[in-house]
């Protein structure tokens, strides 16, 4: 069992970036994909991004491709998600998820942490 723990969220200005990070208690996290989801208010959960358990294979939602990168460190058991050339409806609170597979959510999150991309 995984529990997850989000950090890093803050106000950005439109065009800055911010990288959040997750780490997992669990002593299988390198065995688990892991992903990114994030929920605006008033909306339902969007996948953002998604890491393979070794690193090698990344997805990303339309709207965060090219400006997104997801990325994994094993041995802190550590995932990341820099986020670069942010507008204002990137504003959400960031979930980490694992145990999923690609952009399907596995049952493992995180409390979230929050973006804000405003002037």
């Known amino acids: 069992q995984e529990q997850l723990a989000e950090s890093g969220g803050g106000l950005v200005h439109p065009g800055g970036s911010l990288t959040i990070s997750c780490v997992a208690s669990?002593?299988?996290?390198?065995?688990?994909?892991m992903g990114w989801f994030r929920q605006a208010p008033g909306k339902d959960r969007e996948f953002v991004a998604a890491?393979?358990?070794?690193?090698?294979?990344?997805y990303y939602g339309r709207s965060v491709e090219g400006r997104f990168t997801i990325s994994r460190d094993n041995a802190k058991r550590t995932v990341y998600l820099q986020m670069d050339r942010l507008k204002p409806e990137d504003t959400a609170v960031y979930y980490c998820?694992?145990?999923?597979?690609?952009?399907?959510?596995?049952?493992?999150w995180g409390q979230g942490t929050q973006v804000t991309v405003s002037s």
């Open positions: 998820n694992a145990g999923g597979s690609r952009w399907i959510a596995g049952a493992y």
């Open positions: 669990g002593r299988t996290f390198s065995r688990y994909d």
């Open positions: 890491i393979n358990w070794g690193g090698s294979t990344t």
